[in-house]
């Protein structure tokens, strides 16, 4: 059983062009976080989101909207997409409490290239 | 402001040495500080944590990790690496502080066993 997925695990894609990803968990948390990693492997947290509402935005463009239909989901729409925004794009889980002591769980990424 | 830094690239080891990646960390407060796996194509994986309590935790595969609050480090540690551990590691703090602060995560050390 696929605690945390993702779909698709692959996107290619024109520069200009919207397209979303999804992500849904089944692990029962409150909480759910979209990531970024770049071709260094750096990480960096791009929203959160605890019960459906935005708890983290970080400095992203506004073309990146995420959506929490319920708490078992997490998507991402990116308008207007740009070469710079290839990239992995990971999901995580977790479950709030402990003032933020609770590890993440990961999906396994969607890697979108922007030709 | 929060930070972690992982000051190594790259370790290699050998099979069967004891292996060490280093991690220090920056918070205003107390942290929760984390250990990931990230293996190619996948998710990060989490590994181990420290709360609080004992300074030496121990996680999965046999790995473990010491807090030491003097040196604000965190290095993760495990006596006799196998080939199989050769993946990017990841360190990462969160400042108990704040429930709503988020994990920020280090650069990542690639850590390669040879046979």
């Known amino acids: 059983d696929t605690a945390v997925s993702q779909t698709p695990k692959y996107l290619v894609t024109q520069m200009g062009n919207d397209k979303s990803i999804k992500c849904e968990q089944n692990?029962?948390?409150?909480?759910m976080y979209w990531y970024k990693q770049d071709s260094k492997k750096f990480l960096k947290i791009m929203f959160s989101y605890n019960n459906k509402e935005l708890i983290i935005n970080e400095t992203v463009p506004n073309r990146f909207s995420p959506k929490s239909p319920d708490k078992a989901h997490l998507n991402l729409h990116i308008n207007s997409l740009e070469l710079g925004d290839s990239a992995v794009y990971f999901c995580?889980?977790?479950?709030?409490?402990?003032?933020?002591?609770?590890?993440?769980?990961f999906g396994p990424g969607t890697r979108l290239t922007v030709l | 402001a929060q930070s972690v830094a992982q000051p190594e690239d790259q370790v290699n080891v050998a099979e069967g040495n004891p292996l060490t990646v280093k991690c220090t960390y920056s918070v205003s407060g107390n942290p929760y500080l984390f250990w990931y796996v990230q293996y190619p194509n996948r998710g990060l994986q989490f590994l181990l944590k420290y709360i609080t309590g004992d300074n030496l935790v121990k996680g999965s595969y046999g790995f473990e990790a010491e807090f030491n609050k003097s040196q604000t480090s965190f290095h993760l540690k495990k006596p006799s690496a196998l080939v199989s551990d050769s993946a990017l590691y990841f360190c990462a703090v969160r400042d108990r502080a704040s429930s709503a602060s988020k994990i920020i995560f280090g650069s990542g050390t690639r850590l390669s066993i040879r046979p």
């Open positions: 692990l029962g948390h409150d909480t």
């Open positions: 995580a889980s977790s479950q709030s409490g402990l003032a933020g002591s609770n590890e993440q769980f």
